[in-house]
């Protein structure tokens, strides 16, 4: 199989994964806490990636590609020991910071609040015992396997 097609696959997979994440925030109302986010920006980049793949298919990407890839995936696996307590999470984002720093008895009281307040360290969704983060760690470093495939046959 050509490089290229395994680069594709690569981003159609983090395009696959975008989407279902968009999919849970906006279908299912789980909304993302701040990691989530972060997980999601190297899926974005690895996409462009693949679209430059269309017209300039260079080592460059493919390395590229495999790096976005293990950016997600580390970024997963940090994600779910935050949730498992293995270690401990951004005070901004879990339960052992001063969240609520900042708000005045009215914000708290408001019921007009259009961001929710999404904790990092609770696990909203699981499937066969793993989280949504530990999918995106365990489907990222396969895309990143398929990049770094790619790049060896370039």
Known sequence: MPA???G?????GSLG???????FQHIGGLAPCPICLWQR??????????????????RIVYALGALTAATT??????HT?????????PTSCTGSGD??????????LSMDSATPLVMCDQISWEMLGLSMPSWNAVAS????????????RA
Request: hydrophobic share 70%.
């Open 4 to 6: 290229r097609v395994i």
């Open 73 to 78: 995936g580390a970024l997963g696996i940090y």
């Open 99 to 108: 969240t609520l720093s900042g708000l005045s008895g009215t914000d708290l």
């Open 81 to 89: 020991g935050i949730e498992r307590k293995w270690w401990a999470g």
């Open 41 to 58: 920006w190297p899926h974005a980049a690895a996409i462009l990636l693949g679209a430059l793949l269309l017209i300039w298919p260079a």
């Open 141 to 152: 470093f396969v895309f990143m396997a398929l990049w770094l495939v790619a790049l060896r």
């Open 17 to 23: 994964l975008l989407l279902g994440a968009f999919a």
């Open 8 to 12: 594709l696959a690569a981003a159609a």
